[in-house]
């Protein structure tokens, strides 16, 4: 079976995604998986080695790029085209795929339900995490008995040489990923976190990201250092990960990395670790969306229970 995924973004939706093919792959290796995905996140289907082929999605390049990626897309043919975007411009991307099926969420918006057959609820007749309502896709080709953690390995992960040298200092390690794409998704006491678990913690303290905001002279700076192919292999050997809703949660999740997560604007039900209480997770939600009114002496006392 010939499967294509379009799911170009955002890299937390996409590790979403990848858990259910992952499903997929495991139940049949025959399955072959190709994936429409944004140039500058491609390198987490490479660490899985789950996805044979990438076609790449090069937002903001004008309609002939577009053009292009549709052209390249229609010199294969697929059993099945899987819309998990559900935007217009993924279902016309499913509409021109030589497909004999072309599926997509149930959800899907701007139009683009009407370019492809939109999946039936599956056994959670009222999904609520992003991850559940892409389930259906499972049942659509005839997969219904799988692990309800969805588990993801990221073999081709690896980190370069100079990381190594630096994290081979620690016997154990916590990472702090203070960025979000929102403002508002940001909590503001990651500094003073750091500073903090340096008092109790004799465990290395790593801060990782891409932009070099606020000082962590405490800490080990990774920021702007690391690929998103290199990110799994960080969070998969350390004891704990402190995150923003962000894609460095779901990797965590992924992995079942014991994780603090923290929301504000956005819903813990609909994003959070998956499944919910699952190894060690820990979630805080701000009072009225508010991700600033999660209190610095709360998420301390969390972690402090954790015993690390």
């Known amino acids: 079976m010939k499967i294509l995924v379009i799911k170009p973004s955002s890299l937390g939706d996409v590790i979403h995604a990848l858990r259910v093919m992952n499903v997929a792959k495991n139940y049949n290796e025959r399955i072959s998986i190709d994936w429409v995905i944004k140039r500058e996140i491609a390198g987490i289907l490479d660490a899985t080695g789950i996805v044979e082929n990438s076609f790449y999605f090069d ?9 292009k990626l549709i052209l390249e897309i229609r010199k294969k043919k697929y059993d099945f085209c899987m819309d998990m975007q ?9 509409a021109f795929s030589k497909s004999k099926f072309k599926i997509g969420r149930k959800d899907g918006r701007e139009f683009s339900t009407l370019f492809y057959e939109k999946v039936k609820e ?31 390995s990221y073999p081709h992960s690896t980190l370069n040489e100079s990381v190594k040298i630096e994290l ?5 390690y916590i990472v702090l990923f203070p ?23 004799d465990v290395g303290i790593i801060i990782a990201g891409t932009q070099k905001k606020g000082n962590y002279a405490e800490a080990i700076d990774l920021r702007g250092r690391l690929s998103v192919n290199e990110l799994p292999e960080l969070i998969k050997k ?22 603090i997560s923290l929301f504000g604007p956005t819903d813990s039900r609909n994003y959070g670790p998956y499944p919910p209480g699952l190894n060690q997770s820990v979630v805080f939600n701000g ?11 709360s998420v301390v006392d969390s972690i402090k229970a954790m015993k690390i």
């Open 238 to 259: 350390s004891a704990l990960i402190i995150s923003n809703d962000s894609a460095p949660l779901h990797i965590a999740s992924s992995l079942q990395v014991p994780s």
């Open 86 to 94: 559900g935007l217009l411009r993924s279902g016309v991307i499913a």
């Open 179 to 201: 960025e979000s794409r929102r403002k508002d998704k940001e909590w503001p006491d990651f500094e003073k976190l750091a500073t903090k678990l340096k008092q109790f913690l």
């Open 168 to 172: 081979n200092r620690f016997m154990k």
């Open 59 to 67: 937002r903001g390049q004008g309609l002939l790029s577009y053009v």
């Open 122 to 152: 599956g056994y959670i007749k009222k999904p609520n995490h992003a991850i559940e309502k892409l389930l259906p896709f499972l049942d659509r080709i005839g997969i219904n008995n799988f692990p309800q953690d969805l588990p993801l």
């Open 287 to 297: 009072k009225k969306d508010q991700i600033r009114s999660i209190e610095l002496n």
